[in-house]
């Protein structure tokens, strides 16, 4: 697995970040988010918001490193992260990789169920359609 200490912050306009989301389909980066990337660069994430729940995006890894398990260290690390600021619960919103996800030990819930914060993200009111999953993950202490 990634350890925390291989993520590095990364600024919203760093150009290879544009690159990864935008050849995955993913949205432009936005400063709501502190986004973050293996040292080596092939592999990126964000967090959003503060509080006890905050919204996992932007998880990309190139397409060419895809089944070697950078995407599923990246999402523990970046959960690592989020606890040790305070986070209890992470939420994401997914058109295609809610497989991927539920393997990792996310849960699939109603959109209902989003706390005010969540609710309130551009995420999920404009990024992701309706239709998108839903998926909320327990962090614990």
Do not use: H, N
């Not at 592999?43 to 398990?69: H, T």
Request: charge should be neutral.
């Amino acid at each position: 697995m990634l350890p925390v200490s291989l993520l590095v912050d990364c600024r919203p306009d760093d150009p290879r970040l544009a690159a990864a989301l935008s050849a995955a389909g993913l949205p432009a980066p936005t400063p709501a988010a502190r986004y973050f990337m293996r040292d080596d660069a092939d592999g990126f994430g964000a967090i959003e918001g503060d509080g006890p729940d905050r919204l996992l995006r932007s998880v990309v890894v190139p397409q060419a490193r895809r089944g070697e398990g950078i995407g599923a260290a990246l999402v523990t690390a970046l959960a690592d992260k989020a606890r040790t600021s305070g986070t209890t619960r992470l939420w994401l919103l997914t058109t295609d990789a809610a497989g991927f996800f539920a393997r990792l030990g996310w849960t699939a819930v109603d959109r209902a169920s989003a706390p005010d914060a969540i609710r309130a993200s551009d995420q999920f009111t404009t990024l992701c359609p309706a239709s998108a999953t839903l998926m909320m993950r327990e962090l614990g202490r």
